[in-house]
């Protein structure tokens, strides 16, 4: 069976630290990966996606394919980035999206 | 506003009725999907459409059902309400069915008494 597994509900740093939110999954097949975000009162929103490999608004996220991770990075976290954050899995050419739990990122200032 | 639009925002019913919460995609957009937000069970995919035609089911109950009509927009008909039902549904939608990216909608809050 295909899950995704956020183990954090919450995640609380300062300002300038280093941010890690965690996703694993699993599935036998060749998943996509996707980090979506929702600011508060906003909709759920694409952050990335593992295959176009960017960053965005400083994030970066890898696929570990040994690990079956695929964990959310960022350097010097912002207030800004303060919203929920989830990790999706999408089967290849498949169309619905498998979610975790979601991580509530709070970065305190 | 050329996203995904949702309505109602909220609605409030009592247990055993039915509602029915309307979605219409992106412009442009062939393929709808409609979510489910509860506290337990987190986001899980219901059903998804292409061009009228159901593609995809998930944890669906029978409870439930769906439709895309010919302009494209869906609806999502929830009948004889539990209490469980209490969650925020979400539609989404992308260009077409191998289409990676998913837009949402803002999402409508259901709350059975």
């Known amino acids: 069976a295909q899950r995704v597994t956020q183990p954090e509900k919450l995640l609380s740093v300062f300002k300038g630290a280093p941010v890690e939110l965690k996703c694993n999954y699993s599935?036998?097949?060749?998943?996509?990966l996707f980090w979506y975000v929702q600011y508060s009162r906003q909709r759920l929103q694409l952050l990335l996606r593992?295959?176009s490999r960017e960053s965005i608004k400083g994030f970066t996220a890898d696929l570990n394919k040994g690990e079956t991770s695929f964990h959310l990075k960022k350097p010097f976290a912002q207030e800004e980035d303060s919203a929920m954050y989830y990790c999706?899995?999408?089967?290849?050419?498949?169309?619905?999206?498998?979610f975790g739990q979601g991580t509530e990122l709070s970065v305190k200032p | 506003d050329s996203g995904v639009t949702q309505t109602p925002k909220h609605l409030i019913t009592a247990t055993g009725q039915r509602v029915t919460l309307r979605c219409s995609p992106r412009?442009?957009?062939?393929?709808v999907y409609w979510y489910q937000q509860s506290l337990d069970q987190g986001l899980q995919f219901l059903i998804q459409?292409?061009?009228?035609?159901?593609?995809a089911k998930g944890n669906i109950l029978e409870r439930f059902s769906a439709q895309q009509f010919p302009d494209l927009h869906s609806e999502l008909n929830l009948s004889s309400l539990e209490l469980g039902d209490s969650a925020l549904y979400f539609c989404?939608?992308?260009?077409?069915?191998?289409?990676?990216?998913?837009?949402f909608g803002p999402g409508t809050r259901l709350t059975v008494l």
């Open positions: 599935y036998s097949g060749s998943p996509e």
């Open positions: 459409y292409y061009n009228g035609e159901e593609r």
């Open positions: 412009s442009g957009d062939l393929s």
């Open positions: 593992h295959i």
């Open positions: 989404a939608s992308s260009a077409r069915v191998w289409e990676a990216e998913q837009f």
């Open positions: 999706a899995l999408r089967r290849n050419q498949g169309g619905k999206l498998i």
